[in-house]
Nanobody
Framework: QVQLVESGGGLVQTGGSLRLSCAAS????????MGWFRQAPGKEREFVAA????????NYADSVKDRFTISRDNAKNTVYLQMNSLKPEDTAVYYC???????????????WGQGTQVTVSS
């Protein structure tokens, strides 16, 4: 069982930056692939970025490629999402999730956080 708690969301202007963090409980954090997902009002949840167990491999949605960077610190049981050049269409609730199978880029992860709101004003 893994418990995930996101932080770092907020209100930012177009072109600004935010850094999301996700702290995980438990001793087996490094055995999970980790991902960030988002859901905007009236839309389905979508994949944003994922990182492999070791942190060496990442996968990004086309819409965030070259703007967002996912990373992890296994010593701190934490995964990060650095978001730069934010756009109003990035406004959503952002969720952190963990996958015991180590997959990148899928939606059916095993464990999910409660989410943190990111709002980008125009």
């Amino acid at each position: 069982q893994v418990q995930l708690v996101e932080s770092g969301g907020g209100l930012v202007q177009t072109g600004g930056s935010l850094r999301l963090s996700c702290a995980a409980s438990g001793r087996t954090f490094s055995s999970y692939a980790m991902g960030w997902f988002r859901q905007a009002p009236g839309k389905e949840r979508e994949f944003v970025a994922a990182v492999s167990r070791s942190g060496r491999n990442q996968n990004y949605a086309d819409s965030v490629k070259d703007r967002f960077t996912i990373s992890r610190d296994n010593a701190k049981n934490t995964v990060y999402l650095q978001m730069n050049s934010l756009k109003p269409e990035d406004t959503a609730v952002y969720y952190c999730a963990a996958d015991s199978k180590g997959r990148l880029g899928v939606l059916d992860y095993d464990y999910w956080g409660q989410g943190t709101q990111v709002t980008v004003s125009s």
